[in-house]
């Protein structure tokens, strides 16, 4: 059974000892990070602050900070089972006899519950406020000393493309600068920024209407995270991970929908031809991304639970939460890269590597310059186009071993003749590009050098022991005074 929403998974965190209630009053500027961060890197539970500074609503953070609450988000073991249930669809052989239909007919009831159902109503509209209502009465974090103010660092947005109608969920960070207006960051390639700048081409000076959702069952708020294709709808992935529809209610003054088990909803709009200095603020690069021109979102209607939980997380120096988040999109989506590109034996983003500044990817090299031909392909793959170094190796090269990594590919280059460098987007966090967006890239052709890429001389074998010595050595290793 899916969770029904938020306090249902917090609920089960503090079954299972996963999570900590504080009652001491905690300043959400500054000091909830600080615990936060003490508590993480400690490896500890996650945390409710009852008594946020200066606010009412209690406020949950760290829930997917480790990989036993993450697998709990998704009940599931070990997260490569998610990875399963994608390749079970993806290995989808079209069914022969009678018999081989019959036996797919639970799998195409499993891909019915993937899809977003309306309802009337639901929890997040026990309190409506068109009126009188503030963004500060949430208890919204200030992450960092050198942030430009509060910021809401797990929104669910919600639009809709103008040109296709299709739903897009994208966590974005949101600044608050006052009671009903926030900073809307959509960096310039996603999904939201792209329905924005569509909306504005045929109408600079309109509106299009956004709604934000902030507290939902865990799959629901992890799929916001998740880099899926355009115009894929974020909420039927959230229904493939939970294994049950996301219930979707109609917003009280815009076209669009929300989950309707959501803690806190705003509904408003971003005026297409206002613009306003957004951050600094601390960043999952460990630095703080500069101030830059972003949209503005106007919060038109508040609606939420008679008690909501504001749920949030913090960025910064890594690893935090969000490294756990990735190692999500690192596992689920290997399968979607294989399926494309079945040479790839295994892939590795290091917590340094902020996701897009490295990854490691293992081949089944067949061909001269194979390794060249998948940097190529990770470039162009969705948000992977961001991956500032690339490094590629061979299968036996084990990419979750770091230090195995560095080792084999460091001894397998010759720099001048294995980097390649090309020019293309890159990720608006990333300080050190030339100019905001647009940047270069390192491939790292770490594999073994083959005769048909023009490499004449010997490639040496790897240094290891032969087995009849090792036995022989086993057998002999108490007698030799050392314990097993
Ligand atoms: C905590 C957190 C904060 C994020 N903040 C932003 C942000 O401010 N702007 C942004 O464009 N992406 C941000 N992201 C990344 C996006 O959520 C992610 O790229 C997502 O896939 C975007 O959805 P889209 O592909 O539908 O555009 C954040 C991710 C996390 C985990
Ligand atoms: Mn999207």
Same mark, same amino acid.
């Given at each position: 059974? +899916?969770? *029904?929403? @938020? &306090?249902?998974?917090?609920?089960? $965190?503090?079954? #299972?000892?996963?999570l900590?209630?504080?009652?001491?009053?905690?300043d959400p500027?500054?000091?909830?990070?600080?615990? +936060?961060? *003490?508590? @993480? &890197?400690?490896?500890?539970?996650? $945390?409710?602050? #009852?008594?946020p500074k200066?606010?009412?609503?209690?406020?949950?953070i760290?829930?997917?900070?480790?990989?036993?609450?993450?697998?709990?988000? @998704?009940?599931?073991?070990?997260?490569?089972?998610?990875?399963?249930?994608?390749?079970?669809f993806?290995?989808f052989?079209?069914?022969?006899?009678?018999?081989?239909?019959?036996k797919?007919l639970?799998k @195409?009831?499993?891909?019915?519950?993937f899809?977003?159902?309306?309802?009337?109503?639901?929890?997040?509209?026990?309190?409506?406020?068109?009126?009188?209502?503030?963004?500060?009465?949430?208890?919204?974090?200030?992450?960092?000393?050198?942030?430009?103010?509060?910021?809401?660092?797990?929104?669910?947005?919600?639009t809709?493309n103008?040109e296709t109608?299709k739903?897009?969920?994208?966590?974005?960070r949101?600044?608050?600068f006052?009671e009903?207006?926030t900073?809307?960051?959509?960096?310039?390639?996603?999904?939201?920024a792209e329905?924005?700048?569509?909306?504005?081409a045929t109408?600079?000076q309109?509106?299009?209407?956004?709604?934000?959702?902030?507290?939902?069952?865990?799959?629901?708020?992890?799929?916001?995270?998740?880099?899926?294709?355009?115009?894929?709808?974020?909420?039927?992935?959230?229904?493939?991970?939970?294994?049950?529809?996301v219930?979707?209610?109609?917003?009280e003054?815009?076209?669009?929908?929300?989950?309707?088990?959501?803690?806190?909803?705003?509904?408003?709009?971003?005026e297409?031809g206002e613009?306003?200095?957004?951050?600094?603020?601390?960043?999952?690069?460990?630095?703080?991304?500069?101030?830059?021109?972003?949209?503005?979102?106007?919060?038109?209607?508040?609606?939420?639970?008679?008690?909501?939980?504001y749920m949030t997380?913090?960025v910064?120096?890594p690893p935090q939460?969000?490294?756990?988040?990735?190692?999500?999109?690192?596992r689920?989506?290997?399968?979607?890269?294989?399926?494309?590109?079945?040479?790839?034996?295994?892939?590795?983003m290091?917590?340094?590597?902020?996701?897009?500044?490295?990854?490691?990817?293992?081949?089944?090299?067949?061909?001269?310059?194979?390794a060249?031909?998948?940097t190529n392909?990770?470039w162009?793959?969705?948000?992977?186009?961001?991956t500032?170094?690339?490094?590629?190796?061979?299968?036996?090269?084990?990419?979750?071993?770091?230090?195995?990594?560095?080792?084999k590919?460091?001894?397998a280059?010759d720099?001048?003749?294995?980097?390649?460098?090309?020019?293309?987007?890159s990720?608006?966090?990333?300080?050190?590009?030339?100019?905001q967006?647009?940047g270069?890239k390192?491939?790292?052709?770490?594999?073994?050098?083959?005769?048909?890429?023009?490499?004449?001389?010997?490639?040496p074998d790897?240094?290891?022991?032969d087995?009849?010595?090792?036995?022989?050595?086993?057998a002999?290793?108490?007698?030799l005074?050392?314990?097993r």
């Amino acid at each position: 059974m +899916a969770y *029904r929403d @938020l &306090r249902e998974f917090i609920a089960r $965190l503090e079954k #299972e000892g996963e999570l900590r209630r504080i009652s001491a009053e905690v300043d959400p500027v500054l000091e909830i990070t600080e615990v +936060a961060q *003490r508590v @993480l &890197r400690a490896g500890g539970p996650a $945390l409710l602050f #009852e008594n946020p500074k200066g606010s009412r609503v209690p406020l949950a953070i760290n829930l997917l900070a480790s990989e036993r609450r993450m697998n709990m988000a @998704l009940e599931v073991d070990r997260v490569e089972e998610v990875a399963d249930r994608i390749r079970s669809f993806i290995d989808f052989q079209s069914p022969q006899g009678l018999f081989e239909k019959i036996k797919m007919l639970p799998k @195409l009831a499993e891909l019915g519950s993937f899809f977003p159902k309306t309802v009337r109503s639901g929890p997040c509209k026990e309190v409506i406020r068109r009126d009188g209502f503030s963004l500060l009465d949430f208890p919204i974090l200030q992450c960092w000393p050198k942030d430009a103010g509060r910021f809401i660092t797990w929104p669910l947005v919600i639009t809709k493309n103008p040109e296709t109608g299709k739903r897009n969920v994208g966590v974005y960070r949101m600044q608050v600068f006052d009671e009903r207006t926030t900073g809307m960051h959509w960096q310039t390639q996603k999904h939201g920024a792209e329905h924005f700048r569509r909306a504005r081409a045929t109408n600079p000076q309109g509106r299009i209407e956004v709604a934000v959702a902030i507290g939902s069952d865990p799959a629901t708020c992890l799929a916001g995270i998740l880099p899926v294709p355009p115009d894929l709808d974020e909420m039927m992935f959230a229904g493939f991970l939970r294994r049950e529809p996301v219930e979707m209610v109609a917003c009280e003054t815009c076209s669009l929908e929300v989950p309707a088990n959501a803690e806190i909803v705003l509904e408003g709009y971003v005026e297409l031809g206002e613009m306003r200095t957004e951050g600094p603020f601390g960043d999952h690069t460990g630095f703080y991304s500069l101030e830059g021109e972003f949209p503005v979102f106007h919060v038109t209607c508040v609606t939420h639970r008679r008690d909501p939980i504001y749920m949030t997380t913090v960025v910064g120096p890594p690893p935090q939460e969000d490294f756990f988040m990735g190692h999500v999109v690192e596992r689920v989506f290997l399968p979607v890269m294989k399926m494309q590109y079945p040479e790839i034996t295994d892939v590795a983003m290091p917590a340094e590597g902020i996701f897009h500044n490295l990854m490691i990817v293992a081949i089944r090299k067949s061909y001269p310059g194979h390794a060249r031909k998948i940097t190529n392909a990770i470039w162009s793959l969705g948000q992977a186009m961001f991956t500032k170094v690339i490094v590629v190796v061979d299968h036996d090269v084990n990419v979750q071993d770091s230090s195995e990594v560095v080792w084999k590919a460091l001894c397998a280059i010759d720099p001048e003749r294995d980097v390649q460098f090309v020019l293309g987007p890159s990720d608006t966090l990333d300080h050190a590009s030339r100019i905001q967006d647009f940047g270069s890239k390192m491939g790292i052709d770490a594999t073994r050098k083959w005769a048909s890429e023009g490499f004449l001389r010997p490639w040496p074998d790897e240094i290891k022991m032969d087995d009849k010595t090792r036995a022989r050595v086993d057998a002999l290793w108490t007698k030799l005074g050392f314990s097993r």
